[in-house]
C-alpha cells in the first residue's frame, strides 16, 4: 500500500495480527471477577434452584456450553412437549446469565488497565478485526472510557463504529446516528448483554441496547414488547439463531475478514470441540491460507492440538503463562511500533511539504516534539510540557505569549524524524515525567487557519499523561 503524506496509515505487517478471537480467558483476564464458562454456568445453575437445573451441576471442562446448547435446540431423542420444557429453560437461564454477567460486570467496571489501553488504542490505530464471543460489554465499555481518536474525522469511534451498526440501536426518542469513523471492527458471534429480539420467533430482529443493559424490566417492555435477550448458545450447530439477517450479516463479515488475514490471535479462547460453528468457520475460511496462528492461553497445549487439526499448514506460537495475555499485548504493541518504523523508513520525503511533529493521543492529550535521541535502537521523542487541562492542541498553536518564530525553532519537523529513524527499531514519546509510551501509528492533521498549517501526528498507544 502507498502511503499517503502526512504518513496517514500502516500497511499490513506479518508481525502484528490481523484477526483477533476473544473468549472466556480474555474477560477474565481483564477482571478476576469475570467467569470462566463453567464458573457462570455452575453460578446460573445455584441462582435457578429449580431441581432439573441443579442435577446438572457442577460443570466442568466445558459442559456447560455443551448442555446449554441441548436446551436450546430440539433434540430428536426427546418428545414434543420435552423439547419444549427444555426451551422455556434454556430462555429462564438466559435472563439469569444477563443478571449474573451484567453484575458481574458492574464489579469489573471499576477502570481500564493499562494493557487493555495498548492493546484497544492499537486496534483503532491499526484498523483490527476482533470476533468476540463473549456476551459481555467490557470491550465497547472500555472505548466510552478511553476514548481513542480519529484525526482525519475530527471525532472518536462510539459503540456504533466498532460494531458496524450491527444490529441497529433500539428505536426510541432522542437517539440518532452520525456519520461512521474509522476504527477497529468488533463482531459479537455469540450475541450480547445488551442485545434483544422476540421472545419465540427465530427470525424476529435483533436491536441494540443504547447502553451497557437497560435500567429495568419496564424499560424493555415499553420498547421492545415481549423480548427476550439474544444470547447464543455456546456450542452445536445453533441453526435457529442464524435464521436473522442481522446476525447472518455479522457471522459473514466475521468469515470475510479470516478469509484475508495473515495472522489470527486467539486472546482466552479455547476453540472447544463442542463448538462445531466456530470452528468449522475457522477452518473453511482459513484453510487456503494457513495464517499464522498465536494461542494466548494458559492452557495453550491442549488448544494448539486443536489448532493443528483445523489447519494442519498453519505455525502455531503458543503463550501459555498465566499472564500471557498482557505479555502478548506488550509484544503486539512492539511490534505495531516496529512496523510503523519501517513505514515511515520506506516513505520518501517529499520536497513541497515538512510537517511539524505532534504526539497526539486527541486534541486533549497531544503535544510538539522539541527533541529526539537514540538509546539501544530506541528513538526517544521529548515532549514539551504543557501542564494540566484539556485543548492541549490550542496550547501548541499558539497560547498567550508564544512568540512564533522562536518557538517554531524549537519544533521538530518530520525532516529530522527520517533523519534517524534508520537507526531505531520503534519510536517512545518521553514525557517530562519520565513516562514512555510506544508510537504505534501515524495520522495527518490539518490546521488551514493556524500559523502552523500541517502536522504528522505520531500516535501513542495511550493517552499522554503529564505531571
Known amino acids: 500500500m502507498a502511503l499517503t503524506y502526512p504518513v496517514d496509515h500502516v500497511t499490513e505487517d506479518p508481525d502484528v495480527a490481523s484477526v483477533f478471537v476473544l473468549g472466556a480467558g480474555f474477560s477474565k483476564a481483564i477482571s478476576d471477577r469475570m467467569p470462566t464458562t463453567d464458573e457462570l454456568g455452575n453460578a446460573v445453575v445455584a441462582a435457578d434452584e429449580s431441581p432439573e437445573v441443579l442435577a446438572q451441576a457442577p460443570f466442568e471442562n466445558g459442559r456447560f456450553e455443551t448442555w446449554l446448547s441441548r436446551l436450546a435446540e430440539d433434540q430428536p431423542d426427546l418428545e414434543a412437549d420435552e423439547n419444549l420444557r427444555n426451551r422455556a429453560t434454556f430462555l429462564r437461564l438466559s435472563r439469569l446469565i444477563r443478571d449474573i454477567l451484567s453484575q458481574c460486570q458492574e464489579d469489573a467496571s471499576e477502570g481500564v ?48 463504529d466498532i460494531l458496524s451498526h450491527l444490529p441497529p440501536r433500539v428505536p426510541m426518542p432522542g437517539t440518532f446516528d452520525v456519520p461512521s469513523t474509522t476504527t477497529f471492527g468488533l463482531f459479537k458471534l455469540h450475541g450480547s448483554l445488551n442485545w434483544y ?51 447472518h450479516e455479522i457471522w459473514q463479515r466475521a468469515a470475510a475478514s479470516l478469509r484475508t488475514a495473515q495472522r489470527m490471535a486467539l486472546l482466552g479462547y479455547s476453540l472447544p470441540p463442542a463448538d462445531l460453528v466456530v470452528s468449522g468457520m475457522i477452518s473453511d475460511a482459513c484453510r487456503s491460507r494457513a495464517p499464522v496462528v498465536d494461542v494466548v492461553n494458559p492452557c495453550a497445549d491442549d488448544i494448539a492440538a486443536r489448532v493443528k487439526l483445523l489447519l494442519p499448514g498453519s505455525e502455531v506460537n503458543l503463550l501459555p503463562e498465566e499472564d500471557c495475555i498482557a505479555r502478548y499485548v506488550g509484544q503486539y504493541v512492539d511490534g505495531a511500533a516496529r512496523g510503523l518504523v519501517r513505514a515511515l523508513i520506506s516513505h520518501a520525503e517529499p520536497s513541497n511539504a515538512n510537517p511539524v511533529l505532534l504526539v497526539g493521543w486527541s486534541p486533549d492529550s497531544c503535544a510538539a516534539v522539541t527533541d529526539s535521541n537514540v538509546s539501544d535502537s530506541v528513538i526517544e521523542l521529548s515532549l514539551e510540557d504543557l501542564g494540566t487541562g484539556r485543548n492541549r492542541l490550542g496550547k501548541v498553536l499558539g497560547g498567550p505569549g508564544r512568540q512564533r518564530e522562536a518557538y517554531e525553532t524549537r519544533l521538530l519537523r518530520y525532516s529530522d524524524l527520517k533523519s534517524v529513524l534508520s537507526d531505531g527499531r520503534q519510536l517512545v514519546a518521553v514525557m517530562p515525567s519520565s513516562q514512555r509510551i510506544p508510537i504505534v501509528a501515524a495520522a495527518a492533521h490539518e490546521t488551514p487557519t493556524h500559523w502552523i498549517k500541517s502536522w504528522q501526528v505520531l500516535v501513542p498507544s495511550r493517552p499522554l499523561g503529564f505531571s
Open 197 to 247: 429480539t422476540t421472545s419465540g420467533l427465530d427470525t424476529a430482529p435483533v436491536y441494540r441496547w443504547t447502553t451497557t443493559h437497560p435500567k429495568s424490566a419496564e424499560e424493555v417492555r415499553r420498547y421492545l414488547p415481549d423480548s427476550v435477550p439474544f444470547v447464543v448458545p455456546p456450542a452445536a450447530t445453533k441453526s435457529s439463531y442464524y435464521r436473522s439477517p442481522v446476525i
Open 113 to 160: 488497565c493499562d494493557w487493555l489501553i495498548d492493546l484497544m488504542s492499537t486496534w483503532h490505530a491499526r484498523h483490527a478485526t476482533v470476533l468476540t464471543l463473549n456476551y459481555d460489554t467490557l470491550v465497547e465499555d472500555a472505548l466510552q472510557m478511553i476514548r481513542p481518536w480519529n484525526w482525519q474525522a475530527a471525532r472518536g469511534p462510539v459503540w456504533d
